[in-house]
């Protein structure tokens, strides 16, 4: 007996769905196409066939961008900041997050609220104290100032997540430890610690993300271009007025293959952490 | 010293971290909204001034009025893409992963780049689609995008969907893995179909998911400047220039400080407004259901 029409035309109606989603999610993705393809291409050639794929691989483009952006210095600047910004943000963060996480008085409402201001404001409107206060102190165009400034940007968002991720640890844990004699440092130390190794991987992505990717502060505090994160080296070597394709599409590239990289390792351990951090 | 008082000292660097970084700026800001500042030199006191000006110049309920339509184009299309997409998706498990990832890496770039690439994209002459659009025969509609007032606001508004829509996604997903698989399959037995089963079953229980996307967006839009600043730089006439950006240049092209402290503790009120309402709002509505 031969399937029924019906039956048959279900399966391919599933598969017509599937490729109609594919193509679509393959439409959003022409951008990012866009610009690898035009990161090679001579720019006299863009202005003449802007739609054709590169006439040659040349990486002429890519040597060029590569020498003037200090490529391979403002990489290492973005990591070592991320990197200090991470291990200053999770320690400060997990530090407060421990009473938090345990009492709900009015003083922790308190704090609960001065966080959440904090974390309202945009960056653009303490940037000008921050500013004048670097320069009274001397640390304007230093590593320590903008390590400093990105941490205090991510602290609120970090202590919320330590709490949460807090309140799920057994209290049993933090009693016995204080039954044996802990001191509340040590069981700190020693117990809880230990734990918040998921939630600051997590916490070092969400660190990670704004230290490569902001430009409000580091275009103010940070003025000698060797100490240049990577966006501000893109942003001073494109600049703001006729944009030039034979720099503007390498330096895109180069500006985001580190963490599209890192993505696509990590991809499920980022989108799960970004999306718990968000829904939390 | 008790252990309750011991534990409680762990705020501290952090009490002391916010208040340099984030209390001692927003009291700078107050106070300087009431000067003439130009950022060095002398300044004096000028009272409300700076907010009359704000109250009186049709200027900047302009810049109000962009931002809230930058909002409200981006919260809408940014949550009815997502939503779309998470709910083809969750029905298809072979496929789910791999465009959850598609969809998200725009979220991995920066503004700077993505204003960059966008902009080339909509330019007149050289860019990707008015060569796309000859390509297939609608040469008819090339235009000067980014120079005709309300299509730039909706073009820069809907490259900010671009770059997000993957993220709101990815919450919905995750919302969609919360409903108990009994739920949708009891409804599969009861005979509702798949329109039936998202409008009766889906769509209520991701009320938790559409609270985080609609805040999230809001808030996040509400400051924006970044976009605007690289496609447009709040051209033309205006018709892009964010509050955001509107700030960003008085602070740093005008150097009126105490103005712009002015429009940011303005704008800083107006986000806490919205965000209090937003909350209440949406978590009633989650309540209810």
């Known amino acids: 007996m031969s399937p029924s029409p019906a039956a048959l035309l279900r399966p391919m109606l599933r598969l017509a769905k599937h490729a109609l989603v594919l193509a679509l999610v393959g439409i959003m993705l022409l951008p990012v196409f866009y610009m690898v393809l035009m990161s090679f291409r001579h720019g006299q050639d863009i202005v003449n066939h802007p739609l054709a794929l590169p006439e040659h691989w040349s990486l002429s483009n890519y040597a060029n961008a590569y020498e003037k952006m200090s490529y391979l210095r403002s990489i290492l600047n973005s990591l070592g900041i991320t990197l200090a910004v991470t291990l200053a943000v999770s320690f400060v963060g997990a530090l407060a997050a421990y009473p938090l996480a345990r009492s709900t008085g009015v003083l922790t409402q308190t704090i609960v609220s001065i966080l959440s201001l904090c974390l309202a404001t945009p960056s653009f409107v303490t940037i000008t104290p921050i500013y004048t206060i670097f320069a009274r102190i001397g640390l304007l165009d230093s590593y320590l100032g903008i390590i400093l400034a990105f941490t205090a940007l991510n602290l609120p968002l970090s202590v919320f997540f330590y709490t949460s991720f807090m309140r799920a640890i057994p209290k049993e844990l933090e009693e016995a430890a204080e039954l044996d004699g802990c001191s509340p440092f040590s069981t700190f130390r020693h117990i809880i610690l230990p734990l918040l190794g998921p939630a600051t991987a997590t916490l070092s992505l969400f660190v990670m993300l704004m230290v490569w990717n902001d430009f409000v502060y580091p275009l103010l505090l940070l003025t000698d271009s060797s100490k240049y994160t990577v966006m501000m080296s893109v942003y001073h070597f494109v600049g703001n007025h006729n944009l030039n394709p034979e720099e503007l599409f390498p330096a895109s590239v180069l500006g985001s293959l580190p963490l599209l990289i890192l993505f696509l390792i990590f991809q499920r351990q980022i989108v799960n952490g970004i999306t718990a951090g968000a829904v939390k | ?289």
């Open chain 2, 1 to 289: 010293m008790s252990r309750q008082l011991q534990r409680t000292a762990f705020v501290l660097p952090a009490l002391v971290m916010l208040a340099v970084f984030f209390l001692y700026p927003l009291f700078e800001a107050v106070r300087l909204s009431f000067t003439d500042s130009s950022g060095l030199g002398d300044y004096q006191y000028v009272g409300f001034d700076n907010y009359i000006r704000i109250l009186t110049r049709s200027r900047y309920y302009e810049s109000f009025g962009v931002t809230l339509a930058f909002v409200a184009i981006v919260v809408v299309c940014q949550t009815l893409m997502g939503l779309a997409f998470a709910t083809a998706l969750h029905a298809m498990p072979a496929i789910r992963n791999i465009c959850r990832t598609a969809l998200f890496m725009p979220a991995m770039m920066s503004f700077i780049i993505v204003g960059y690439v966008w902009s080339f994209i909509l330019s007149p002459f050289s860019g990707g689609l008015n060569a796309l659009l000859d390509l297939v025969g609608l040469g008819a509609l090339k235009t000067e995008w980014l120079g005709t007032p309300t299509l730039a606001l909706v073009l820069v508004a809907l490259v900010h969907v671009w770059m997000f829509t993957g993220y709101t996604c990815a919450i919905f997903l995750a919302g969609f893995a919360n409903i108990p698989p009994e739920i949708e399959e009891a409804a599969v037995l009861d005979g509702a179909g798949g329109w039936k089963r998202f409008l009766l079953i889906q769509l209520p229980l991701l009320a938790p998911s559409f609270t985080v996307n609609i805040m999230l967006s809001t808030i996040g839009t509400m400051k924006t400047f970044e976009l605007p600043f690289i496609m447009t730089k709040g051209g033309p006439d205006g018709a892009t220039q964010t509050i955001g950006l509107l700030i960003v240049q008085t602070l740093f092209t005008d150097y009126r400080f105490g103005l712009a402290s002015a429009l940011s503790v303005v704008l800083l009120l107006v986000v806490l407004a919205v965000a209090f309402v937003q909350n209440r709002v949406l978590r009633q509505r989650e309540d209810l259901i």
